[in-house]
Each structure stands twice: as structure tokens, then as C-alpha cells.
């Protein structure tokens, strides 16, 4: 079992949708999360970090679960613009990330 | 711009040669980290500095893989005897202790 899965993907989507991804995680020590956000032959941009309340940022909206041990990302109102593939990163020790394999979206006009 | 850099940003090179990339981290980040991806993958971890101290590296890392941050600022990373496999993006990213980990736009090697 990976260390940290993600949805398959890819997410097609049409403009104005909701749409959320999920990511479990097998160390239960994990200590930060986060998602990450990955533009076709680009580098990794960091979209939001996940706190265990819960934190929102206009229409992305990120969740912690310990004790289920998944993260969540829900984008309202979808972009064209948000088309990419989003990549949760797990921190187990305070150090280096393990990443799921990240979920492609498209949205489509 | 003070983001993290890295360099080259593609590399195309013959199997059995050796390379080294560089990476500047954001000035006043303390920790450096390096990590590979593949296509459709996500990144890799490989190893990470905090200063100068190198206090984790990845079992991908294998020996000919050598990874120096001397100054406690920029960092380099060699391959030698490079392989086909070693075809991939090579990212370097930079935080402060605990923090948000910040990427750079990454080296792309291909290994003929």
C-alpha cells in the first residue's frame, strides 16, 4: 500500500461544478498536510495547507480527518482556469513530503 | 523574484556521463530539499538538508547519487554514470523549519 493515495483521475468537469478529491494517508504520526497544485511541465505551487479545523480559501475548501486519516479538497464554482493536477503532500516527521500520485482535473466551457 | 532557483532547467545527456544541478533556495530558508518526478507521478523525495547538515536521504538515492549544501545556502546535486532511468524532473524545494515546503521550477533531465 502506498504511503499516500489519491482519487484516480481524470476529473472532467464543466464550468460552475463542485468538485472534491480525497487523500489517504497510512501514517497516523503524519503531522501536516497540504495540497499542492501542478501545472503540465511545472513545478509543484502550494494551494493550501490543511489545518485539523478546517481552512477555506474563497472557493477551495480543505478538511482534515485523523481519525478516518484522509484529507479532502472541494473547489466551488470551477474554472477554466483550474484545470491541473492537484497533489496532496503528507509530512510524517517534520521533514520531507510523501505525495499521492496526483488527480488530474479538467474543466471544460 | 526571490523564489527558489534552479539550474539548468534541462539537461540532455549520454548515458555514463556525470551532472550536476544546482538549486537556490528562497534566502532566508534554512532547509533545502531535493526531489525527482516521473510522468504521471508525483514527487520523490530524496534528500534534505537543514543548513549544511544533510539529515535524511531517500534508499532511491543510490551511490551515485551525492547531494552538498556547504555554505548552508545554495545546494548541488551530482549524478554519475547517469541512466536511462535517472530520466526525470529534478525539483528543489526550500521552507523554513516546518513550514510550507516552496518549489522551484526544477531541472529536466534526459538521459539518451
Known amino acids: 500500500r502506498k504511503e499516500v493515495e489519491q482519487d484516480p483521475g481524470p476529473f472532467n468537469v464543466p464550468e460552475g461544478a463542485t468538485v472534491a478529491f480525497n487523500c489517504t494517508y497510512s501514517?497516523?504520526?503524519?503531522?501536516?498536510f497540504f495540497w499542492y497544485r501542478q501545472d503540465c511541465r511545472k513545478e509543484p505551487k502550494l494551494l493550501m495547507s490543511v489545518y485539523s479545523s478546517g481552512n477555506e480559501d474563497g472557493r477551495f475548501t480543505a478538511q482534515l480527518n485523523r481519525a478516518s486519516q484522509y484529507i479532502s479538497l472541494l473547489i466551488r464554482d470551477s474554472k477554466l482556469s483550474d484545470s491541473a493536477t492537484y497533489l496532496c503532500a503528507v509530512n510524517p516527521l517534520g521533514g520531507k513530503l510523501i505525495f499521492g500520485q496526483g488527480t488530474e482535473l479538467s474543466v471544460k466551457p | 523574484d526571490t523564489g527558489v532557483s534552479q539550474d539548468p532547467r534541462h539537461k540532455i545527456t549520454k548515458r555514463g556521463q556525470n551532472v550536476t544541478f544546482r538549486c537556490d533556495p528562497i534566502s532566508e530558508h534554512n532547509r533545502l530539499y531535493w526531489y525527482r518526478q516521473t510522468l504521471g507521478q508525483g514527487p520523490e523525495f530524496l534528500t534534505y538538508?537543514?543548513?549544511?547538515?544533510?539529515?535524511?536521504k531517500s534508499r532511491l538515492l543510490s551511490d551515485r547519487f551525492s547531494a552538498e549544501r556547504p555554505k548552508g545556502s545554495f545546494s548541488t546535486l551530482e549524478i554519475q554514470r547517469t541512466e536511462q532511468g535517472d530520466s526525470a524532473m529534478y525539483l528543489c524545494a526550500s521552507s523554513t523549519t516546518g513550514n510550507e515546503q516552496y518549489f522551484g521550477p526544477g531541472t529536466r533531465l534526459t538521459v539518451t
Open positions: 538538508f537543514q543548513n549544511e547538515a544533510q539529515l535524511e
Open positions: 501514517n497516523s504520526a503524519s503531522q501536516s
